[in-house]
DNA sequence: TATGAATGAGAATTCATTCAT
DNA sequence: CATGAATGAATTCTCATTCAT
């Protein structure tokens, strides 16, 4: 056998080995959100991500350290893509009102048709990974289309009723117009006027463009 | 000794115990009140609570029977108070703005007092146990003063910010008026207008009377 | 009762535990010097200390960290008394080859009465924890008494050669007079002339008083 | 393809596999050598010897069925050679004094030139796989020329000397002389007289041949 | 033969709970 | 009622071994 063509056998085999294991880190993955979802970041045993995931316990370790580097890694697995989505989804919107509002609404779209994902994210939330459109918010504070008496309180309103209301979602205790509902209550928050908000829930909702279909 | 003489050392006997247990049982209380406000409901371990209340483990089974119970007796002993003693201080006060935006300012004031409190009470509450003023919202809400796109948002909303904002508070991360901005921006989140709005803030707190010193 | 009469309870039940916990910590300790005696210092599993100890797993953890700290523990708790007791029971004898022989002699004395003990010294010993008389040596270099081409070749040669013995005495192998033998073979090797030898061999053995009767 | 063709490319094939296979065992053994070396017999895990290697778990037990597997063949690896090439050294010289001494020598040289091996060595010899020149030693005392209590006493002490300073050497803690001090020391261990000893020390060191170069 | 992901038995460790004092 | 040592079931974590590629 030639070196190139042993050469070509290794790659092969450490393809083969690559994908398998992907493919089984992100069942670990898909396994821990349901779990985190449903009993939060501290409760849950290794065992029941082993038993949720069908692997065994050393496959586990072979993936993930420890049950908190597990809850970064859901973390960062599950949030990363969805952001960046719906931002893609506003390019072409003008206005921080529009934008704030439309993006919410999107928010609680996906939240209302995914409730592992909305219970999970309600759960494991920290400031930082998930973060708020900053921008628009500065920008209608600045503008004066938003109102609010400190950036701190505008931040933990709408960050406290966003959290809520993905229990809410997450829980299937939500009416069907219920995102619409919160995002109209939270633009109100903001001191936007009766008018502004029902344009704003008229809007028709941008389409969301999936960045790539990811297997779960 | 008499019978009498036994029966009244056996009465003092039982009375030292009765209030020793008792101090102890403060004792407990207080140490997974803090307890809690740091690590959160599920995460502490019986040790915790024994080292910060400086017991033995065989005297924490004396007093309760597990962590839950703990939990349960901590909440009950920590917030029954309060809501009480803010409907006191609101007696008199008319008009549902008024008297909702008052509450919010002395509830936050509370926990400005307060951090561990504040803390503990944003991380253990449940909806239930600690229940939002229902009957102004309720009155504010017909009589057009509050205005919301659905019961289930407006409650949402509140709840979330107001948790926020304890552990905002409890974190030692809140300006000193925050409480009262927090308080104002919940009053716009309910539509109130920002004359009606300043005309609260610039009303004097009603005075709390304690229903008894707690000792802590 | 009195605050006194609850303070003398109180060390009473505080005394009475901390005797309990030094008897488990014995039986562990003695336990200990056996299994590493048989296995050496790598090989032992918690559950060979544990079953051996008659404790369980819990209780193990209550009174060590680790297997090494149980090592450690052990090693000083073994060796600790018996290099006093030789050093006390040579006091009055003058003269280093006297004083040398006559301790090794002690030393052999010692491990043919134990062999569990020989084991364990033989297996576990690690430079430093338990030393060789170094003064003896020193003067008795001085004086022209011993010989050696270096320190270091003298110690490794008289190190390896007690290391080796004991083995052989723990492990039955040693004949009654091997001891000795081995004694007069270490004063030849530092280069002690026959009849010196001879002398320090008729010696009478000094009486060992043991420091206490260490229960085991 | 012809089946001479065909059946001269399998034999390319085999002996290719073959040498591979060959290079690869030397390369596991070289590795094992250093591991158990630094951390004796007992300790090493199989992800230890995989990773001082550079190969993978599976090529690992393509060649070894167990740790003690590999400890057996490395240890047969290292030391079969040595003690035939100083017997072969030693061809020609006559009288068991200077003999056994120029042995001791070419093997501290050895020790010498090769830390790894030496900690090696120290670490794993068990009695048996290499032995003293028990034939020099007994003619040597038959003859009156060595001296010693009992055989036990004298073979402990060689042994135990021997593996302390194949400690030292191992651990780059000896002088260059070292070596021939401790040869000396040995002898002198043996009742053997200065003058004769510093025959022995004087005498040109044979050369050894080595009976193939050893890759490694 | 070489690879390395997956496996699961077994070893280490934690922690709620009991109980004699 | 208070104490804290002992307990052992539950849990975490390791590691030798297998096996499909």
Redesign the pocket.
Known sequence: MSATARRRT?D???R???E??A??ETKILAAALRVFAERGPDAP???EFVAAAG?????F???FD??GALLTATSEWTTGELLRTIEVALDGIEGPVLRFGLGLRLFFAKAQSDHVWSLFVARVWKMGSLELPVRDLEEGLQLGLFRAPSPDAMRDLLFGAVREALLRIGGGHASRQYGDEMSALCLQALGVDSRRIATVMRHALPAVVPAEAVER
């Open positions: 290794t092969h085999r450490t083969v080995g690559r398998r294991s493919r089984t045993k290794i065992d692997i065994s316990r050393g496959t370790y072979n993936h420890s049950v």
